[in-house]
T-cell receptor, first 114, second 116 residues
Framework: AQTVTQSQPEMSVQEAETVTLSCTYD???????LFWYKQPPSRQMILVIR??????QNATENRFSVNFQKAAKSFSLKISDSQLGDAAMYFC???????????FGAGTILRVKS | GAVVSQHPSRVICKSGTSVKIECRSL??????MFWYRQFPKQSLMLMAT?????????EQGVEKDKFLINHASLTLSTLTVTSAHPEDSSFYIC????????????FGPGTRLTVL
């Protein structure tokens, strides 16, 4: 079975500060993909960043970066220089194997304070 | 590119009626589409996986006769909620995947269903 765990139901960050959202996962597959999705109040799911498990280098997309610890099965998201528009629900997700379905975590609500 | 649309965005219906939700990939061909259900402040729950030209694969606990899925073309999948009841009220989201060469799913904007 594949599982994704997000242990932080809610997080808050001051505008311009940095915040890290935690995610751990479990899979028996050797090849898999990890994703962070953002769901703002509009509820449109937006891909923030993705990581292929076979790549050792941590993925980075502008202000968003991940800390991928394969042995620990950990995949945290760091948001630098937080902006008001970053406020949303963030989901960590896993696709085990290749071409399979997404397994989502429970989500973390991120609040950004001005 | 990679835009997925859903129609309608909101629908209100009476208990006992059926409702059809359309999911379209606008600028790519989607061999696989997924249907999710999401309750307020909760995660997305996969209901079924739909492959073009074949029967959908339903997740455990999802009634296939209640939630009819059709994927008749590479750009269109439909979800029909049959004999809807108030407990079917939810937010339904579809996603589409481009072939099997890449694992990213592109999500539609969702449909809010309210059953009175």
């Amino acid at each position: 079975a594949q599982t994704v765990t997000q242990s932080q139901p809610e997080m808050s960050v001051q505008e311009a500060e940095t915040v890290t959202l935690s995610c751990t996962y479990d899979t028996s597959e050797s090849d898999y993909y990890l994703f962070w999705y953002k769901q703002p109040p509009s509820r449109q799911m937006i891909l923030v960043i993705r990581q292929e498990a076979y790549k050792q280098q941590n993925a980075t997309e502008n202000r968003f970066s991940v800390n991928f610890q394969k042995a620990a099965k950990s995949f945290s998201l760091k948001i630098s220089d937080s902006q008001l528009g970053d406020a949303a629900m963030y989901f960590c997700a896993l696709t085990p194997g290749y071409g399979n379905k997404l397994v989502f975590g429970a989500g973390t609500i991120l609040r950004v304070k001005s | 590119g990679a835009v997925v649309s859903q129609h309608p965005s909101r629908v209100i219906c009476k208990s006992g009626t059926s409702v059809k939700i359309e999911c379209r990939s606008l600028d790519f061909q989607a061999t696989t589409m997924f249907w999710y259900r999401q309750f307020p402040k909760q995660s997305l729950m996969l209901m079924a996986t739909s492959n073009e030209g074949s029967k959908a694969t339903y997740e455990q606990g999802v009634e296939k006769d209640k939630f009819l899925i059709n994927h008749a073309s590479l750009t269109l999948s439909t979800l029909t909620v049959t004999s809807a009841h108030p407990e079917d009220s939810s937010f339904y989201i579809c996603s589409a995947r481009v072939g099997t060469s890449f694992n990213e799913q592109f999500f539609g904007p969702g449909t809010r269903l309210t059953v009175l």
